[in-house]
């Protein structure tokens, strides 16, 4: 069994910043990739960004240049930094694992809120 439990939304004025994090536990046999989408109201859920076992990383362009993710092999964790937020930002932010070697499965968390007031 694998948990992806996320942490660190909440409600934040446009143009401050939030940093989400998630752990993955549980049996895994190896992190391929880890990252974020999000969901807004209405709207289809999208990629905000991902980071593979060896660091390359994806962003939306929507977040080029103000939101950076990380990870941390080691505590199989992911981060997200994001700065100068926009209200256009308001979502569910959904932490995102790509796990496995022989049988290889993707895996979701249960979603933080985040919210941008204007």
């Known amino acids: 069994q694998v948990q992806l439990v996320e942490s660190g939304g909440g409600l934040v004025q446009a143009g401050g910043s939030l940093r989400l994090s998630c752990v993955a536990s549980g049996r895994i046999a190896n992190v391929n990739a880890m990252g974020w989408y999000r969901q807004a109201p209405g709207k289809q859920r999208e990629l905000v960004a991902t980071?593979?076992?060896?660091?390359?990383?994806n962003y939306a362009d929507s977040v080029k240049g103000r939101f950076t993710i990380s990870r941390d092999n080691a505590k199989n964790t992911v981060y997200l930094q994001m700065n100068s937020l926009k209200p256009e930002g308001t979502a569910v932010y959904y932490c995102?694992?790509?796990?496995?070697?022989?049988?290889?499965?993707?895996?979701w968390g249960q979603g933080t809120q985040v919210t941008v007031s204007s």
């Open positions: 995102y694992a790509n796990l496995g070697i022989w049988t290889i499965r993707d895996y």
């Open positions: 980071i593979t076992s060896r660091g390359s990383t």
